[in-house]
């Protein structure tokens, strides 16, 4: 492996398009880097749930906000807004939609989640 990797979030390694979602993946050897946007109106039970099958989003999230807000509504009944400039970490077993008319656009760094989300 190179003492040094890099690859542009613009010309990912591969793209998903889930409805009102786009999600960029790079790859740097054992790591894998997602880039979420999410169109204003975008919900996981709407655009994501059809794709993967399960009641509620079953993936581990560790991320940093880029810009827009995204509300979640874990299934313990522990809800928040996160916003642009917020570290965060989530466990699977939630909700989340789009809070107002900017897209919510995140970087997260959580390998297995960035790899598998909204794979059918």
């Known amino acids: 492996m190179a003492s040094i990797e890099t690859k542009s979030m613009d010309h990912p390694d591969e793209t998903r398009t889930p409805d009102k979602t786009s999600m960029g993946v790079v790859h740097l050897g054992g790591a894998t880097v997602g880039r979420f946007t999410l169109q204003p109106g975008w919900r996981w039970s709407d655009c994501i749930k059809p794709v993967v ?43 989340a939609w789009v809070v107002g008319d900017e897209p919510f656009v995140a970087l997260e760094f959580e390998s297995k989640t960035a790899d598998t989300y909204a794979k059918g």
């Open 53 to 95: 099958g399960t009641d509620s989003c079953q993936a581990a999230h560790l991320g940093y906000v880029v810009s827009g807000t995204i509300h979640i509504a874990a299934t313990d009944g522990a809800e928040a807004d996160i916003r642009a400039g917020d570290a965060y970490r989530l466990e699977p077993g939630h909700d």
